[in-house]
């Protein structure tokens, strides 16, 4: 069963780090793109990040570029995001997918498309 874990959500200072972590179970992340999702309120569910199971390139939104970094450990089979210089447009719920699908599909799946969805992980910005 692919499952998916996240954690390390939580409150933070504008200008402040946290480092997300989605934990896999049931697949090795060489085979799946895994990626980090965020919600916020009344918005839309936003693409943030993700890596390629092959080749481990990674992708980011032009709105976390140059401020979160996506990466991944395979002994452990768990990825990471590193949120850096974190803004008040950030605060949201994060969640973490994993798919078969290459990375330019991969953020056009409905949640019930990915093998696996995490539960969310709530990021909380202060000013």
């Known amino acids: 069963q692919v499952q998916l874990v996240e954690s390390g959500g939580g409150l933070v200072q504008s200008g402040g780090s946290l480092r997300l972590s989605c934990a896999a179970s049931?697949?090795?992340?060489?085979?799946?793109?895994v990626g980090w999702f965020r919600q916020a309120p009344g918005k839309e569910r936003e693409a943030v990040s993700c890596i390629r199971g092959s080749t481990g390139s990674t992708y980011n939104a032009d709105s976390v570029k140059d401020r979160f970094t996506i990466s991944r450990d395979n002994a452990k089979n768990t990825v990471y995001l590193q949120m850096n210089s974190l803004k008040p447009e950030d605060p949201a719920v994060y969640y973490c997918a994993a798919d078969r699908s290459d990375w330019y599909q991969f953020f056009l799946l409905d949640e019930n498309e990915f093998a696996a969805w995490g539960q969310g992980t709530q990021v909380t910005v202060s000013s």
């Open positions: 049931g697949f090795p992340l060489d085979d799946y793109t």
